[in-house]
């Protein structure tokens, strides 16, 4: 159940980023700018493949999705917490400061999730009935007896 919320939380905050990306590029007054518009779409593009790949499991998807945030949001986070320290907050700040922290703190999660739960794939396996659908042995000794139930009239 965790996995699927942080991927549908990630898919959350990419739609939040497209509409920022928007909002940037219409001009409208929107209180969270891009940092980087370039990059900004371009990271939003290497996101939908990466999406693929945590929905799949796959470490790698995951850990090209945490290097990527790490590194946009990383940066952002720590120049603006250094700009608050050091001169004071203002609320355009420390509201990129929050963007950023859940721009940090969904991918590291996500990484964590597929490492530790990396024996969890998409197929559901039920060892309760496996030994019924699985078992050849079994289909090999229905099949015999059906061949031998053939009544002839």
Do not use: H
């Not at 470490?59 to 990527?68: D, E, N, Q, R, T």
């Amino acid at each position: 159940m965790f996995s699927y919320l942080i991927t549908m939380i990630a898919g959350i905050f990419w739609l939040f980023r497209v509409v920022v990306a928007i909002t940037y590029t219409l001009g409208a007054n929107f209180p969270i700018i891009p940092i980087d518009f370039n990059m900004e779409v371009i990271l939003l593009f290497v996101t939908i493949i990466c999406m693929i790949f945590i929905i799949k499991r796959n470490i790698f998807g995951a850990l090209v999705y945490f290097f990527g945030y790490g590194y946009y949001f990383g940066n952002d986070l720590y120049t603006n917490i250094l700009k608050i320290s050091n001169e004071g907050g203002s609320s355009e700040a420390y509201l990129s400061v929050f963007v950023s922290v859940i721009g940090v703190i969904i991918p590291l999660l996500i990484v964590l999730d597929i490492f530790f739960n990396k024996d969890r794939k998409q197929e559901v396996r039920n060892k309760k009935t496996d030994w019924f659908y699985k078992n050849e042995q079994y289909d090999r000794n229905l099949d015999d007896r059906a061949d031998k139930n053939q009544y002839k009239f």
